[in-house]
């Protein structure tokens, strides 16, 4: 058991939508990355939440965005969708320390039609 | 920018086979690399990882790894797989920050045949 929580655990959207994915990190943890795993592909770096603050991004445009509450847990928000933006989307938490292993939550397989 | 090179997409071995499963990767600087195991069913996990010192690591389940600098390799070993072994492996890496920040190769599929 990881901890860490994601919901929902599926989702149909169409073109053009917004959505809204969501994240409880693992008791005590500080950090929050979230991924996009395409089929068949390696998890792919969005971008990283510390202490509310985004602490790092991938090479994904600005309609992919986020937020992170006082209690760590984080929001994923992603504009306009495209038929690409299909795929799971993991959310990751640990500490802001390189020794600190991340514990993956379940992921939200997202399909846009 | 980092990229991560995993040169097996699917391996199928035979219960009590040796395993070994290529990683490469591309950055010149301080890296931290990372062997991560998803079994069918269940949450992406870490099964060993390297940051510095004895370039051989020993992970969870027999797993091991060692660490070529000059090779830019970081391949995953175990010597008699089982068939709980069965899963996606995936090798990442990271620019000596934090375990989040990381980049991850397409995974390769073990299937171990009982």
């Known amino acids: 058991e990881t901890g860490v929580t994601q919901s929902p655990t599926h989702l149909i959207k169409t073109r053009g939508q917004q959505v809204t994915l969501r994240c409880s990190s693992q008791s005590g943890h500080n950090t929050v990355s979230w991924y996009q795993q395409a089929l068949g592909q390696g998890p792919q770096f969005i971008f990283q939440y510390y202490r509310e603050e985004e602490n790092g991004r991938g090479n994904f445009p600005p309609r992919f965005s986020g937020l992170q509450f006082p209690n760590y847990s984080s929001e994923l928000n992603v504009n306009a969708l495209e038929l690409d933006d299909s795929a799971l989307y993991l959310c990751?938490?640990?500490?802001?320390?390189?020794?600190?292993?991340?514990?993956f939550g379940p992921g939200t397989r997202l399909t846009v039609l | 920018a980092q990229s991560v090179s995993q040169h097996n997409h699917h391996v199928i071995l035979s219960e009590a086979a040796s395993l070994e499963l290529g990683c490469n990767y591309s950055?010149?600087?301080?890296?931290?690399l990372f062997w991560y195991v998803q079994y069918p069913g269940q949450h992406l996990q870490l099964l060993l990882k390297?940051?510095?010192?004895?370039?051989l690591v020993k992970g969870i389940k027999g797993f091991e790894a060692e660490f070529i600098k000059s090779k830019f390799s970081f391949n995953l070993r175990k010597p008699s797989v089982q068939w709980s072994d069965t899963a996606e492996y995936f090798c990442a890496v990271n620019a000596n920050t934090n375990a989040g920040k990381s980049t991850f190769g397409d995974g390769t599929t073990l299937t171990v045949k009982p």
């Open positions: 950055y010149g600087g301080t890296v931290n």
């Open positions: 990751a938490s640990s500490l802001d320390r390189p020794t600190d292993t991340q514990y």
């Open positions: 390297y940051f510095s010192g004895d370039p």
